[in-house]
């Protein structure tokens, strides 16, 4: 054989075992980052029991921890905290108690207005529970992510317990999650779209018979005007 072939032929040789061993020291690292995506799309793909329906008031918002598994760099917890949902229960028989304030200036002292009809989007899948039941026949659930679609900041709950507020940068939502132009205080709000509204619905526990409600954990983009998960 040639010998200038045979150079070619070696540097062919080594490039081929060189492109190999690189092949095979980045599979394991490739295989963790692929397994930590799949398990982070099921973990926002899927309902989970939050909280039993019984322990719910009529009427009034309680802010819900959810759990569920999360990775931090290459350890694995299998249950940790992994975000907040706001959560409305209400009653068949009468008018949403959503405020409906929104993109209106709110006085301080003014009165909570109940509408007729719950806004577009203020709610997601709601399992009504079936006649007979001890909680009435069509009380639902409603679920608004606590996260602040303008920088990402825990929504809670004002002192009046009237509205929502942000206290980062002073965003104001109704109980539908509908945003409120102006505050109190005369102060613009600066998020730039409502509360993400999350998945949630109303099951029976086969063996106890209680109600539980179920939320789809979801992350969502902030900063955007309209609302899409991540």
Known sequence: MPQLVRRSFLKWISGALAAGN????????????????????RAQGSLQRVVRLNDLPTGRPV????????????TLHSSDLIGRVWLMRRPA???DPATSLSENRLGGDSPILLPDHPADGARREIGPVPDGS???????VTALSAVCPHLGCTIQLANDAKRYV????????AF??????VDQHGRPNNAPRRMDAM???????ETSKEWWVEVK??????????????
């Not at 802010?63 to 290459?74: K, Y």
């Not at 539908?176 to 132009?181: E, F, H, P």
């Open 22 to 41: 690189a092949t095979v020291v980045s599979m394991p690292v490739l295989s963790s980052v692929f397994r930590s995506l799949g398990r982070h799309e």
């Open 63 to 74: 802010l819900v921890a959810i759990m569920g598994s999360r990775r931090d760099a290459w």
């Open 93 to 95: 028989d009468s008018s």
């Open 134 to 140: 001890r909680i009435g026949s069509k009380d639902s």
């Open 166 to 173: 942000c206290p980062c940068h002073h965003a104001a939502f």
């Open 176 to 181: 539908d999650g509908q945003r409120i132009a």
């Open 199 to 205: 998945e949630c619905r109303l099951v029976q526990d």
């Open 217 to 230: 954990h979801e992350k969502f983009e902030t900063g955007a005007t309209a609302s899409a998960a991540i």
